[in-house]
């Protein structure tokens, strides 16, 4: 019986490394596989041999709709997607959709104080995840959709259904049986529930046809990714440059209908499940830390005072981003990433065969007490750019190189908007049955197994966090708060 199945993919990767060390031959299902938590290895492969390692093997989808994504994409194509999508998330275009996360953080601290009245635990996860469906909702597709209160909402509703594909038995056996993803393709059958899937494109087709006809524009990433083509891509230069990509654009060439929806859709998915957890496990560490809950409002106080949290306030923060940085550590979004061999190579003595998968099982680097003293505390200093011992590459919460996950730089700013606002207004505190140390699932997604419950003790009056000049129509701004 597979060891994986059994007792996890945490638990599996954590006993593989301690037994066996930084390279490890594995089988994945039937197909073998290198399990790689060598640090040098993992920049060789990611970083300087990309060219070689550019593709994640059976890395798309099940499905017409969602193999159009850049996640599912190979080579050429990939490059292209990626051109075309890496500018939408420069530091210039995040800070036009901060009014819109701010609007949508004006939804969480309402319903923050609303639960948490007169003491009551709040389920964390359940209250993020509501925020962070609001945030993709908002910024991703042009929505107001506030599922705090609209629960019920279309939106919402069709969202959660399409976020249950990470338990679709179709993915599972994709997983035990790679030869039945190519089954599942040839007969466009999909992970995602398809009146879902339905619902997200007659909602991108329909602003798209409006967006055109109207001659309206948002300053969201549904309107970024119908723009980005029709101008030469801006690579700033504070992009992370293993990001940069060495080839000619695809000038010309942007995404279809098709694309856009499957691009929407993939950052949707991935989106909700990265800040959920993210958020969920920050909020946590800090409440049973209460020392570092009290450092970090500290630096909130003197840096921002009452003032709304913005793309520039929030990155300027050091400790914040310690904060997070050691949340990320502890608890990556996933426990692996990946990438394929096109050829034959070999990188530190070891041949990695052509077709070949190296997997990197990130919970384990992140946990190995070889990178990281004393590995299952927090300890957010550790991450003080003067002080910091572990080596680079050992911290890769996103991936690494040209394929690292497009998307983070918002996820990032989604997360510590929300923790700034969060400590400004609430004292967060564990409950008389928080898990100080939380069970996590057995899946390749970091999630609590159990609910976690705080308590969130407001301190200040409730600031207001106005959404203007959203839309934009023949050059003139119009408010639509």
Request: aromatic share 10%; net charge negative.
């Amino acid at each position: 019986m597979d060891l994986q199945a059994c007792a996890g993919i945490i638990e599996t990767d954590l006993k593989l490394v301690a037994e066996f060390g930084r390279l490890v031959g594995i089988f994945h299902a039937r197909e073998p596989v290198l399990l790689i938590s060598d640090p040098d290895m993992i920049k060789q492969i990611c970083v300087k041999e990309f060219s070689n390692f550019t593709n994640r093997k059976n890395n798309g989808w099940p499905g017409r709709v969602l193999s159009h994504a850049v996640s599912a994409l190979e080579d050429d194509h990939w490059k292209h997607a990626r051109s075309v999508l890496s500018p939408t998330f420069s530091s210039g275009k995040m800070r036009n959709i901060v009014p819109l996360i701010q609007h949508c953080l004006d939804h969480l601290l309402e319903a923050v104080k609303k639960q948490g009245e007169n003491g009551k635990s709040i389920e964390v996860r359940k209250i993020v995840e509501c925020f962070t469906m609001d945030t993709i909702a908002m910024t991703q597709f042009g929505m107001d959709v506030d599922p705090h209160n609209n629960p019920e909402a279309g939106f919402v509703k069709n969202a959660k259904t399409a976020m249950s594909y990470v338990t679709s038995p179709i993915l599972m056996l994709c997983a035990l049986f790679p030869f039945m993803y190519y089954f599942f393709r040839l007969f466009n059958i999909s992970p995602m529930n398809n009146g879902s899937q339905a619902f997200f494109y007659m909602a991108v087709s329909s602003a798209i046809k409006e967006r055109t006809k109207e001659n309206k524009k948002r300053t969201d990433l549904l309107q970024l990714m119908l723009d980005a083509h029709k101008e030469n891509p801006v690579w700033e230069d504070d992009l992370d440059p293993d990001s940069k990509l060495e080839y000619n654009v695809f000038k010309g060439k942007g995404f279809t209908e098709e694309e856009i929806l499957a691009n929407s859709l993939v950052f949707m998915l991935a989106g909700y499940d990265t800040t959920s957890s993210l958020l969920t496990f920050a909020c946590h560490s800090l409440a049973v830390h209460p020392a570092c809950q009290s450092r970090l409002r500290e630096e909130i106080s003197s840096n921002l005072g009452q003032a709304k949290p913005t793309y520039d306030n929030v990155f300027g923060l050091k400790y914040l981003d310690c904060v997070v940085n050691e949340t990320l550590r502890m608890y990556p979004p996933a426990a692996r990433f990946s990438r394929m061999a096109t050829e034959a190579i070999t990188i530190k003595g070891v041949t990695i065969p052509a077709g070949m998968s190296v997997h990197f099982p990130l919970y384990a680097i992140h946990h190995d007490p070889e990178f990281w003293t004393d590995p299952e505390t927090f300890n957010p200093d550790r991450f003080d750019r003067e002080t910091r011992t572990w080596p680079a590459y050992a911290f890769v919460p996103f991936g690494a190189g040209p394929r690292n996950c497009v998307g983070m730089r918002l996820a990032l700013l989604e997360a510590k908007m929300a923790l700034v606002a969060l400590i400004q207004h609430f004292n967060i505190e564990a409950a008389p049955d928080t898990e100080v140390k939380p069970k996590l699932e057995k899946g390749g997604f970091i999630r609590p197994l159990n609910p976690l419950y705080l308590k969130f003790v407001a301190h200040l009056p409730h600031i207001t966090y106005d959404l203007q000049l959203l839309w934009y129509h023949d050059g003139e701004a119009e408010n639509i708060s």
